[in-house]
C-alpha cells in the first residue's frame, strides 16, 4: 500500500527574522494545509531549507511536525543525505518520532556509482522499517539514477517502495514504469508535470504549488484518480503559469515570496538563498493574481 495517493505538500520551513525556526506559524501552516485536503505532509525537504539546518534543527522540526499532524494525514521526513552514516542516523531519528515514510535524496557530490547508490540505500533500509521513497533530482544533485536501478531498489528491499521522480525525463519514467511490474509507487516531483506522470501509473504529487494551492492541487489528481481526466488535465494547464513563476529562480525563494505576499509571514530565507529579486517579483505576483489565490 502507498504511503499516499494524492497531493504531498514539500512543506517550507517557517523562519524568524533572526533565523530561528518559527514553529507557532509552521503549526499554522500544517492545520491550513490538513484543511485545505492535502493528501500527505512532507517535512525538511528540499523546499523546507533542510540543508541550511543543524542536525538538531532537523529533527526538533520533524518532530514537531509528527506531534502536530497526530496521525491524521501521513507525514514524510526528509532525511537524505550524501554521507550513509548521516542518512541512517537521521532515518532513524525520524522513525522514532513517529514520521510515516522517508524521502532520501540521492547522494549528491559524491556522485556514486548505481552499485553505489544500490548499497546507500540498502544500507539505510536496512536500519528502518518504515517505507522509504528515493528522491532522484539530478539537476540539483549531479546524480542519475537509472531505471533499471530505482526498479531492482524497489523489487528487492521490501521498505523501498517508490519514487520522487524530478528529472523531468518522461522517456525515462515511462520507461522505469514499463520494467516496474507494478512495484514502484511514482510521485511527481514537478509540479508541471502531475498528470503526465499520473496517466503512467503514478501515485500523485510531491508537491511545491501546494504551499500556495493546496485544494487546487489534491483536486488535480483526485479528478484523476476520480476518472475525470479532461478535468483533471484542465486544472494542471491553469496552473503553469503561476508554476513557471514559483521556479523562475531556485526553489523555494519563489514560493516563499509567495507565502508573504499572501500575508502568511513565513519570514526570510537562510543563506545563500537571498530573496527574490523585485522583477521576478512582480511577475510572480501577477501569475497568483490571475490564478485567483492573491
Do not use: W
Request: glycine share 10%.
Amino acid at each position: 500500500m502507498a504511503i499516499f495517493e494524492g497531493a504531498g505538500v514539500a512543506l517550507i520551513t517557517p523562519f524568524y527574522d533572526n533565523g530561528d525556526v518559527n514553529y507557532d506559524k509552521l503549526e499554522e501552516i500544517l492545520e491550513e494545509q490538513i484543511a485545505e485536503g492535502t493528501d500527505s505532509i512532507v517535512i525538511c525537504g528540499t523546499t523546507g531549507e533542510s540543508s541550511t539546518m543543524s542536525h538538531k534543527e532537523h529533527l526538533e522540526v520533524i518532530r514537531y511536525g509528527c506531534q502536530v499532524v497526530k496521525g491524521r494525514i501521513p507525514v514524510v521526513a526528509g532525511t537524505g543525505s550524501n554521507s550513509t552514516k548521516e542518512a541512517i542516523y537521521l532515518s532513524e531519528e525520524a522513525q522514532k518520532a513517529g514520521a510515516d515514510g522517508l524521502l532520501l535524496v540521492t547522494p549528491y557530490y559524491n556522485k556514486a556509482t548505481q552499485n553505489g547508490l544500490i548499497a546507500h540505500y540498502t544500507t539505510i533500509a536496512g536500519a528502518v522499517k518504515i517505507p522509504i521513497l528515493l528522491y532522484h533530482i539530478p539537476g540539483r544533485t549531479g546524480v542519475t539514477m537509472k531505471p533499471e536501478t530505482i526498479v531492482k531498489l524497489c523489487k528487492e528491499v521490501p521498505n523501498i517502495v517508490g519514487v520522487k521522480e524530478a528529472s523531468g525525463n518522461i522517456s525515462s519514467m515511462t520507461t522505469m514504469m514499463s520494467m516496474a511490474d507494478g512495484c514502484i509507487d511514482l510521485y511527481s516531483g514537478n509540479d508541471d508535470q502531475i498528470v503526465p506522470l499520473l496517466s503512467i501509473g503514478g501515485k500523485g504529487v510531491i508537491s511545491v504549488l501546494s504551499n500556495v494551492a493546496p485544494r487546487q492541487t489534491h483536486e488535480i489528481c483526485q479528478k484523476f484518480f476520480d476518472g475525470d481526466v479532461k478535468g483533471s488535465m484542465e486544472m494542471q494547464l491553469r496552473a503553469i503559469p503561476l508554476i513557471n513563476q514559483l521556479f523562475s529562480e531556485v526553489n523555494p525563494i519563489p514560493v516563499k515570496a509567495a507565502m508573504n505576499l499572501m500575508g502568511k509571514e513565513v519570514g526570510p530565507l537562510r543563506l545563500p538563498l537571498t530573496e527574490m529579486e523585485p522583477e521576478h517579483q512582480r511577475t510572480l505576483a501577477a501569475a497568483m493574481k490571475e490564478y485567483g489565490i492573491l
